[in-house]
């Protein structure tokens, strides 16, 4: 895949490198402004099972 993309980009190695860089910067930027937060509520790191009836030990509580 990455090979097709190279040769059917435009111009020399430098600025296919930096069509390149672009093509990577807009796929994150997309990434992290569109798909994670459409995402994370679907995601479970928010289920958070935290017994707190006994504090770790030498914490402030437990003084």
Same mark, same amino acid.
Request: glycine share 6%; charged share 10%.
């Given at each position: 895949?990455?090979?097709?993309?190279?040769?059917? =980009? !435009?111009?020399?190695?430098? %600025?296919?490198? =930096?069509?390149?860089? %672009? =093509?990577? =910067? $807009? /796929? /994150?930027? /997309?990434?992290?402004?569109? /798909?994670? !937060?459409?995402?994370?509520? #679907? #995601?479970?790191?928010?289920?958070?099972?935290?017994?707190?009836?006994?504090?770790? !030990?030498?914490?402030?509580? $437990?003084?």
């Amino acid at each position: 895949m990455y090979g097709w993309i190279w040769r059917h =980009l !435009p111009g020399n190695t430098w %600025v296919k490198a =930096l069509i390149s860089f %672009v =093509l990577v =910067l $807009a /796929v /994150v930027y /997309v990434l992290f402004q569109y /798909v994670f !937060p459409w995402a994370e509520p #679907l #995601l479970p790191f928010n289920d958070v099972t935290v017994n707190g009836s006994a504090p770790w !030990p030498g914490s402030v509580a $437990a003084r």
